[in-house]
């Protein structure tokens, strides 16, 4: 199995936070703050990796599927989900609309701030994991942590943003907007010991392991992202510890250690023991 560890992008956000999850190094008290950590394979990778930290509420927003991405000349569009890692006892993330809306309503919900009023808002907790299909409407809350797996897109389409100075995209974002209230999928759950799928999704899988080794076989062109939110473990020959992630392909043995926390991302089928 080819593995490497991939290097990490910084992003800073209005809405970040100075505090940051175990691995990663906090910005010094006078730096702007951290929003986003990426750990991106490239532009021909099919997955995105990112942790978020937020300090105050993200914008209001939604992205395009594949069709509409390509109907703009774009590459693809942008599924993706979270698995909350920390959460204020306050924190809240908004999924969709209580109730369905129009075009019409949507935009002049966007332009007179009323927008916040008309999503639906849910409490969350560490553990919890959402998945969104493009064109969902959403917006995370403030003193969360999680991590983002999503299809290797940045296009991202602004309704709203509590007044910050920054660009709306109401045209897109209001013509690819789902209008009706948002329906969770299912996932299998635990499907072997310590072995749980969270994600099932059209266009990636995504588990969660503890301790223990598997047998991991990728197809040929298939990649597969390891995350380790908590311990360490190796790869073949390559150590990952958390606060890394390790893109992979092919055949090989993933050995999480004792109190390891891995998740595994990829798309497709990939064949494990």
Known sequence: ?????????????????????????????GAPP?????????????????????????????HPSDAEAHRRGLPRGKDECWLILAA??????????KAPVCAEQLRAAALDGSIEALLDWKPVRAGDVFYLRSGVI??????????????????????????????????????VAELTPYVAPSAPGEV??????????????LERWGAGARDVTLAAGQQGWLVPVAGAGRVGDLAFTAGQCVLVSGAETVAVGAGGDVLFAYSGAARLE
């Open 192 to 205: 072997a010991p310590r072995r749980t799928i969270l994600v099932e999704g059209p266009k990636f899988v």
């Open 138 to 175: 959403h917006a995370i809350g403030a003193g969360l942590t999680l991590i983002e797996v999503q299809q290797n897109s940045d296009t991202t389409y602004r309704l709203y943003d509590y007044g910050r100075p920054r660009e709306l995209h109401l045209g897109d974002g209001v013509a």
């Open 1 to 29: 199995m080819a593995a490497e560890i991939l290097a990490t992008k910084r992003v800073e956000k209005p809405w970040g936070s100075h505090r940051l999850w175990p691995g990663f190094a906090d910005p010094a008290a």
């Open 34 to 62: 951290v929003g986003e950590i990426w750990f991106d394979g490239g532009a021909d990778a099919d997955l995105l990796i990112k942790y978020l930290f937020t300090k105050e509420k993200m914008s209001v927003q939604n």
């Open 88 to 97: 204020e006892p306050d924190s809240t993330i908004a999924i969709g609309p």
